[in-house]
């Protein structure tokens, strides 16, 4: 078995206390990745680091270019504010570094290409924790979509409706925000589609605002149109300030229509449906797909695969970049109300980030 690699832990609060006691310790049980040292602005947040994964007083820290100048280590892992991954990437980097980051690269597509182009010509890895397409559901439909037995796809519905309209439902910082359903909720979807066709994005056309009821500042709803570069089409529905949860985070209703099945995915419910013109469909119920983790915990270890000379996973940044772009390009288009290239919109920043540098 390969030695374990030795990583630093930037951000041990808030979802980082999930990354502590839920995903780092099964790293070490599969004698993958051990921890070197952890870092947080709060102290007490480090208690977390300490009771998980072992580390001792010495090897926390507060300051996170002092953690990183005094620490040995082969990856980073950023659990950290979005406006913050860029200068944790620039420390990962500085010090030979891999890096597995949290969701999105960071929180403006300039951002995410400046730090694509830096992992780019340091020859780095870096992969992004995408965690719900890499859920069981999600990639029990994209087995199904992919085996074939169904025909070939045309096209994809998906709707995700919660009620979290009251103000602070869905985490205060979330209803103070511009965009909150793009940047919070769709970050993921988009991802999950994206997989799902098999395709990058070719164009997006978002319509998005906050009805009168939703307490806040930005658009809490939308109804968004993507065409994918093989010609898949897709129709996303987000609402987080409906008067029920239909499709809540992590129990999202999609319909991929395949030319021999219609299927459906409902509530974690994965099932074909097939009949005549004027017929009831018949509905067959397909299992989900079994593995020992799924998520993040499945996510870090492909990471540790990759570093120690596995494959690149799906979720490496030279794919992820597409999603920050079709994310970023549909904030764009609810802007200006207009459809966005999303190719076109991804050269564009990638040009000007080069231009800045």
Known sequence: MATPLKYILAGTGGFGAYWCSAVLPRLAELGKAE???????????LTNAQTHLQL???RCYTDMRKAFAETQADFAIIVIPPAHHEEAVDLALAHGMDILSEKPIADTMAAC??????????????????SHRFDQDKQSLEAAIKSGRY??????????????????????????IADPLLIEGTVHHFDILRALAGSNAKT???????????????????LIVIEMENGVRCFYEGAKAN?????GWENDYIRAECRDGTLELDRRWLRVLRGGAWE????EDLPLLRQPAWKNPWLAELFCDWLHGGPEPPNSLADNIQCAALLFAAVESAHTHQVVNVQDYLRKNRAETGKAS
């Open 35 to 45: 921890a070197a040292a952890a870092v947080d602005l709060n102290p007490q947040a």
């Open 56 to 58: 001792p007083p010495a």
């Open 113 to 130: 290409c400046r730090i694509y182009e830096k992992v780019t010509r340091a020859g780095r890895k870096m992969a992004v924790t995408m």
């Open 151 to 176: 025909g070939p796809l045309n096209y994809l519905v998906h709707r995700f409706t919660h009620n979290c309209r009251k103000f602070a439902s869905w985490g205060e910082f979330r209803h103070k």
């Open 204 to 222: 997006v056309y978002a319509i998005t605002w906050n009805p009168p009821w939703g307490e806040y500042a930005g658009d809490s709803t939308g």
């Open 243 to 247: 008067a029920s949860t239909l499709n």
């Open 280 to 283: 009831k469909p018949l509905a």
